[in-house]
């Protein structure tokens, strides 16, 4: 197949309009979540999507070899946010880097033996699929459900013949992954946008952390905050849907109470100081104070605190 295959398609200026914007939005994501653990999933984000349009512009179809490459690159972002706690994190990336290693052994293999196509064995093409579908699962009930499905549909699309059900999707399967993959960059972008508007505050806070790593870490800190406040008898619970204030007497949800920022304000200065500390002191191992103090508003509480130790 001559010529360049990015251009053989439908739709080229609107995938390069995407995939120039996509870039700019994941620039820009880069640059604001420096401080915070997301860092190095966005890094790996740029390896994939770099050589993902590599692929997209080159001067031949992909070969099988760089097409499984460009699979399994597009699982490795999710991968990295599995780590994402610090001080772990930093090496993490080590795991994250031997996962990629051992599922591109068969790339190794083949070009050794002088293959036509990499062999890829039933265990990593249901590694790639489970990473698949662990993205939606990790992000479907946040504000980016929609990004999560867009990115599993590219993701199904580019590494089709390497899933379990084996469907080729060829060349075309590139070419929609490049226009998937912006889409659910741009989607999550304007999704971060329109959160800048809520009102700042402890369930600005809470949600925001809850979407941006999604169930895996989200449920870890609720569960330990609950116990925090079953402990000391705080008459609030972390819920997915943002901090309920209950009845005091225990920390289970009351009848049809909803979350409230003005619910909170109501309670007693000193536990409200005590419950924001403590949220503060565990995503403190995720993200930076500017994160948090952004979120929270212009009104700062107490001192820096650390994360505690597990």
């Known amino acids: 197949m001559p010529a360049f295959i990015y251009y053989q398609f439908p739709l080229f200026p609107l995938v390069a309009a995407l995939g120039i914007a996509?870039?700019?939005a994941l620039g820009w994501a880069t640059w604001n979540l420096r401080a915070a653990t997301l860092r190095a999933p966005l890094i790996w984000a740029?390896?994939?999507?770099?050589?993902?349009?590599?692929?997209?512009?080159?001067a031949n179809k992909p070969s099988d070899y760089e097409t499984y490459t460009a699979a399994v690159l597009?699982?490795?972002?999710?991968?990295?946010?599995?780590?994402?706690?610090?001080?772990?994190?930093?090496?993490w990336q080590f795991i994250v880097l031997t996962l990629i290693a051992v599922l591109l052994l068969p790339v190794g293999q083949g070009w050794a033996y002088?293959?036509?196509?990499?062999?890829?064995?039933?265990?990593?093409?249901?590694?790639?699929?489970?990473?698949?579908l662990l993205a939606v699962a990790n992000y479907f009930a946040?504000?980016?459900?929609g990004s999560a499905l867009v990115y599993a549909v590219g993701a199904v699309l580019l590494s089709g013949k390497f899933l379990p059900l084996l469907v080729d999707y060829g060349s075309a399967g590139v070419y929609w992954a490049l226009l998937c993959f912006p889409l659910s960059t741009l989607g999550a972008a304007a999704i971060v946008g329109r959160?800048?508007?809520?009102?700042?505050?402890?369930?600005?806070?809470?949600?925001d952390f809850r979407d941006a790593y999604g169930a895996v870490w989200a449920l870890r800190?609720?569960?330990?905050?609950?116990?925090a406040a079953r402990m000391h008898r705080w008459p609030v619970e972390f819920t997915w849907s943002g901090i309920l204030v209950t009845d005091g007497a225990n920390t289970t949800s009351s009848g049809n109470a909803r979350p409230s920022e003005a619910a909170l304000e109501q309670l007693d200065p000193a536990v409200r100081h005590r419950v924001e500390r403590e949220l503060r002191s565990l995503l403190r191992r995720f993200v930076s104070h500017e994160w948090i103090v952004k979120r929270l508003g212009s009104r700062e509480v107490g001192v820096e605190v650390s994360g505690p130790r597990d």
């Open 195 to 207: 959160g800048r508007r809520a009102p700042p505050g402890l369930q600005h806070l809470w949600l």
């Open 114 to 132: 002088g293959d036509a196509v990499p062999h890829v064995h039933g265990l990593f093409q249901w590694l790639i699929a489970a990473h698949i």
């Open 142 to 145: 946040t504000r980016f459900r």
């Open 46 to 58: 740029w390896v994939a999507w770099l050589y993902l349009n590599y692929l997209g512009h080159g």
């Open 22 to 24: 996509a870039t700019l």
């Open 221 to 227: 800190v609720a569960e330990r905050l609950n116990a």
């Open 74 to 91: 597009s699982i490795a972002p999710l991968l990295a946010v599995l780590g994402a706690k610090r001080p772990q994190n930093g090496a």
